[in-house]
């Protein structure tokens, strides 16, 4: 009889499982054809929004501007990286030195940067200067330190074991970055790149165009493009700017933040 009743018991727990494993089959479903009308009618009401106000010449034109703001991002990152990481390893070996540069990293970070707008304009215009490439500074200066944050956090969290077995092997130079450090940040890296590269974005939009006075100098960008819409009212052009900044935020973050992200955590994990 209690055979039986185990059986029983177990018949009616599985059948119980598999109508729960249903119903969750069927919410997710629901859910995902809810997500995705509404996401069809939000885009087909910023096409029909944004097409009383521009033509395909604008579409165009922001495109563009948005591979200049691209490549500027994506050569600040890389520059930022190779400043930053260096330094973030060798403060990240030595907690003392982390202890006291922290705070002032923090500090650097918070330091709003159109602070610094009069002097850029002065020295633009001054020594006539390139805009498109003396403005791109502000758009690093308040992210970079995500760089340098997460950086310093993973070097203080690499295995001292590892270190001392590097150490005992004699590994030094380049070999000691590329087999021993460089590997064991590299998740922490990315989290900070991808963290500075979206501030980047952001501040795009404030830093390629601006002014001091009478005095206004404007980089080739999108961010610029949307500045100078916003200050215009032309709210087509304005939602058109965001749609393709989103859309070239997205492209950067599925086609190389993420596949780095999931490599870092694949390959790379020390635990």
Same mark, same amino acid.
């Given at each position: ?6 059986q029983?018991f177990a018949?009616?727990?599985?059948r =119980?499982?598999g109508?729960n494993?249903s119903?969750?089959l069927?919410l997710?479903?629901?859910?995902? =054809? ?5 996401a069809?009618?939000?885009t087909?009401?910023?096409i ?9 010449d604008?579409?165009?034109?922001a495109?563009k501007?948005g591979?200049f703001?691209?490549i500027r991002v994506?050569?600040?990152i890389?520059v930022?990286s190779l400043?930053?990481v260096?330094i ?5 070996l030595?907690?003392r ?6 705070p002032?990293?923090q500090f650097l970070?918070?330091?709003p940067?159109?602070?610094l ?17 003396w403005?791109s500074?502000?758009?690093i200066?308040?992210?970079?330190w995500y760089i340098?944050?997460?950086v310093?956090?993973?070097t ?6 590892f270190?001392e077995?590097a150490?005992?092997f ?5 070999q000691?970055w590329r ?9 922490y890296f990315?989290?900070g790149?991808i ?5 980047a974005?952001?501040?795009s939009?404030v830093?390629?165009?601006?002014s ?5 100098i404007t980089?080739?960008g999108?961010g610029?493009?949307i500045?100078?819409?916003t ?5 087509p052009?304005?939602v058109?700017?965001?749609?393709v900044?989103s859309?070239?935020?997205t492209?950067?973050?599925r086609?190389v933040w993420?596949?780095?992200y999931?490599?870092?955590?694949d390959?790379?994990?020390?635990d």
């Amino acid at each position: 009889m209690r055979v039986l009743a185990r059986q029983r018991f177990a018949s009616l727990r599985d059948r =119980i499982s598999g109508f729960n494993a249903s119903r969750s089959l069927v919410l997710d479903i629901f859910w995902f =054809i809810v997500v995705a009308a509404a996401a069809v009618f939000a885009t087909w009401k910023i096409i029909a929004f944004v097409a009383t106000g521009v033509g395909w010449d604008d579409v165009i034109d922001a495109v563009k501007l948005g591979m200049f703001t691209l490549i500027r991002v994506v050569v600040l990152i890389a520059v930022a990286s190779l400043i930053w990481v260096p330094i973030g390893v060798e403060i990240g070996l030595r907690p003392r030195w982390a202890e006291k540069i922290q705070p002032l990293a923090q500090f650097l970070a918070a330091f709003p940067a159109n602070l610094l707008f009069p002097v850029f304009v002065v020295a633009i215009v001054q020594f006539a200067l390139n805009p498109d490439i003396w403005l791109s500074p502000l758009i690093i200066l308040g992210t970079q330190w995500y760089i340098l944050f997460n950086v310093i956090a993973g070097t203080m969290a690499y295995p001292n074991d590892f270190r001392e077995a590097a150490a005992n092997f004699r590994m030094r130079g380049w070999q000691w970055w590329r087999q021993v450090m460089l590997p064991g940040i590299f998740p922490y890296f990315v989290t900070g790149a991808i963290t500075a590269a979206g501030g980047a974005w952001n501040a795009s939009i404030v830093a390629e165009a601006v002014s001091w006075g009478d005095t206004k100098i404007t980089a080739q960008g999108l961010g610029a493009y949307i500045a100078e819409n916003t200050a215009a009212g032309d709210y087509p052009k304005i939602v058109l700017g965001i749609a393709v900044m989103s859309l070239l935020v997205t492209a950067l973050n599925r086609l190389v933040w993420r596949p780095l992200y999931v490599y870092a955590e694949d390959r790379l994990r020390l635990d």
